[in-house]
Structure formats: structure tokens, C-alpha cells
């Protein structure tokens, strides 16, 4: 379905051919970065840590499961995927802290959450069809169950609380119930009043009270509008902080 590049082109570049590694070659790099993200604080938990290798092994059959089954079509062109998408939740593991995962116990539970949000925003937000997302949301469910031996239901039934039911399943969490799944930074003033200066001490953690996350985004537009000569007229809602979290979590 892609447009073909005709040989006129392609004489003014070259060709470079990489072959692909091996799933023993990628666990053994994504494991190291992840050992060393637990083993530098001596804080984590041992059932955190003992989690490692499951891991990077579910990370590997989400995105083999992803990069083989949601192929590029012309309406879906950017249903391309690589190792950097792997790279990308390893990046958002790395974020997380043993005080966080402490705090209110279950740190076991907490970090497997972690885990599905991250896998969630990258691959997940991509997809622009219902069908597709429900059918990652479903292979997510599996590879918990299959891997960590984790109930997805019970590890995400806080999100049924005050939610929206799903037709389709309403004894169990479904892809409107995952909109609540927020992690960030940006509730976390630093402990300094808040500003530049302070992000890097700020805590990248779960946000289950979503009122006050949308009065936090509310406050944040205020803030914004009362600094700048364009100011702008939004309305907060569930639907505009998912995008603003969204965001946040990238830059």
C-alpha cells in the first residue's frame, strides 16, 4: 500500500543493511538497562526486582505481537513500529522510584501497573481504530496473566469505581475504563512551589483521583492565561487531560 520510490531516487543514497537481533540479544541489552535502574537503589523491593526478566520478556511479546499483526495500511500508514517503542517503556520504567511503589503497599502490583501504562502509550495511542485497541487491550490482559500470573481485572478494578461500564463486558475492564490509568509527574510541585527548577525532583507516579487531576490541569490554565497575552479558552474535561498527561509524559 505505499507509494513505490522509483530507482532515480534512490541512486543519491546509500543502502544499509542491518540484521535484526535475536530475542536472547534484546533481553540480554533491555535487561541490563533495567538491572541496573533497580539494582542502583537499594530501596526496591525484591518482588519488584525479582520482575525483571518477566518484563522485558512481556515488553518483547507485546511489540513482536504488535509489529506482526497491526501492519501499515493507507489509512493506517503509522502502523510502524521498531525497537525504539521497547526503548520508550523501558524509559518509562526507569521513572519510577521505590518510595512511590511503597507508599500504601502492594509495590508488586504498583509496578505492574507502571508497566501497562507505559505499554499503553506507546503502542496503544497509536492505534486509531476501536477494533485495534481493543484487540491490544486483550493481548495485555493475556501476557499479565501469562507472565506475571497477574489478574487484570483485579490489578485495574480501582478504574471501575465511579467509571464508565463497558457494553460489551461489564463485569470487566474494558478500553473505556483505561482512560482513568494516568501516570505523571505533573501533580508533584517538587517540593519546591512548583516551577523548572524543581522538575527533577518531581515523583513519577500513579494518579487515581481523577477529579483532582482535572482541577490541577484547571489550575495549570489559569496559571497559563494569567501570563500570557493569548490566553486560552479550554474547557477541562476527561478527554482534554488525557492528552495533556500525554504530553507531559513526553516532554
Known amino acids: 500500500g505505499r ?8 541512486r543519491h543514497f ?8 535475536d530475542d ?30 518477566a518484563v522485558v520478556g512481556a515488553t518483547l511479546d507485546v511489540y513482536k505481537k504488535v509489529a506482526g499483526s497491526l501492519l501499515p495500511t493507507p489509512t493506517r500508514s503509522h502502523y510502524m ?11 518509562g520504567l526507569l521513572l519510577a522510584r521505590p518510595q512511590e511503589l511503597l507508599a500504601g503497599g502492594a509495590p508488586r502490583e504498583k509496578y505492574l501497573r507502571l508497566w ?6 506507546v503502542f496503544y ?18 501476557t499479565l496473566q501469562r507472565r506475571f500470573g497477574a489478574e487484570f481485572d483485579a490489578l485495574f478494578k480501582h478504574l471501575q469505581v465511579g467509571g464508565p461500564s463497558d457494553a460489551a463486558a461489564p463485569s470487566s475492564v474494558g478500553t473505556e475504563h483505561v482512560r482513568s490509568l494516568f501516570f505523571g509527574d505533573f501533580m508533584d510541585d517538587g517540593g ?29 490554565l489559569v496559571d497559563h492565561d494569567a501570563t500570557s497575552k493569548r490566553p486560552m479558552n479550554l474547557a477541562v474535561f476527561l478527554y482534554a487531560a488525557e492528552h495533556v498527561s500525554r504530553a507531559a509524559r513526553v516532554l
Open 81 to 91: 513500529f521498531n525497537l525504539r517503542d521497547i526503548s520508550r517503556v523501558m524509559q
Open 125 to 142: 495511542d497509536r492505534l486509531v481504530d476501536d477494533k485495534d485497541r481493543a484487540w491490544l487491550l486483550g493481548f495485555v490482559r493475556t
Open 116 to 121: 501497562t501504562h507505559e505499554t499503553l502509550r
Open 14 to 21: 546509500n543502502l544499509v543493511c542491518i540484521a535484526d537481533s
Open 24 to 53: 536472547a540479544t534484546l533481553r540480554c541489552i533491555f535487561g541490563r538497562i533495567l538491572d541496573w535502574a533497580l539494582a542502583k537503589d537499594a530501596a526496591f523491593p525484591d518482588d519488584v526486582r525479582k520482575l525483571k526478566d
Open 3 to 10: 507509494n513505490p520510490v522509483t530507482p532515480r531516487y534512490t
Open 192 to 220: 519546591g512551589g512548583g516551577g523548572e527548577e524543581f522538575a527533577g525532583s518531581r515523583r513519577y507516579s500513579e494518579y487515581t483521583d481523577v477529579p483532582a487531576l482535572l482541577r490541577k490541569v484547571e489550575e495549570y
